[in-house]
């Protein structure tokens, strides 16, 4: 019988939970040091998004969302690709946003996930609207107003309403507004 160098003494519950925290790491992009868990790198990137940071948010996300694939977390890789589609469109860089946009699109669609779905529709349609494809970008924000309005997230639906104030006529927005006043 062979006996280990070492002995892991850790309990059979702890050790298969590191083994489930380690199976979520990604492979590391900070040399020499231990690689980030998916929830953190989310958080960083959405801490370097918020301070203008976009650049950074843009390399971290590049490198991250093949990764999180890879692990198949789809949830995760839709929200990075979400996120990066929205710092590429804000780099200026929207012709290689879209592919991004549109994989978050259909990665929310697959999992069911209407409030994931809204903002993927939301930068879906800020990257059409950048590269100029402004019926795309018009019909992407009625079906971000009809998701919200089905799904109840009055929030999004008066900030969507606001947005397509001019193609609904400004009397059918007020009033649609109005409703949501009310409430």
């Not at 093949?66 to 995760?76: F, S």
């Not at 994931?116 to 079906?143: M, P, Q, W, Y």
């Amino acid at each position: 019988m062979q006996i280990p160098e070492t002995l892991d003494l850790t309990s059979p519950h702890h050790r298969r939970r590191r083994h489930l925290y380690r199976s979520r790491q990604l492979w590391s992009l900070r040399p020499g040091r231990p690689p980030l868990p998916l929830e953190l790198a989310s958080l960083k990137c959405d801490v370097l998004m918020t301070v203008g940071g976009y650049e950074a948010a843009r390399n971290l996300l590049q490198a991250l969302v093949p990764k999180a694939e890879v692990l198949g977390d789809r949830r995760w890789a839709a929200s990075m690709a979400a996120d990066l589609a929205h710092a590429l469109t804000v780099l200026g860089e929207a012709g290689a946003a879209l592919p991004y946009a549109e994989r978050a699109r259909s990665l929310y669609a697959e999992l069911g996930d209407n409030s994931g779905l809204a903002k993927s529709l939301h930068v879906l349609a800020g990257v059409c609207g950048s590269l100029d494809i402004n019926d795309r970008a018009r019909d992407l924000t009625r079906e971000l107003l009809d998701l919200a309005e089905r799904t109840g997230q009055d929030g999004l639906s008066v900030r969507t309403i606001f947005t397509l104030r001019f193609e609904l006529g400004l009397e059918q927005a007020l009033l649609r507004l109005s409703d949501y006043l009310d409430k």
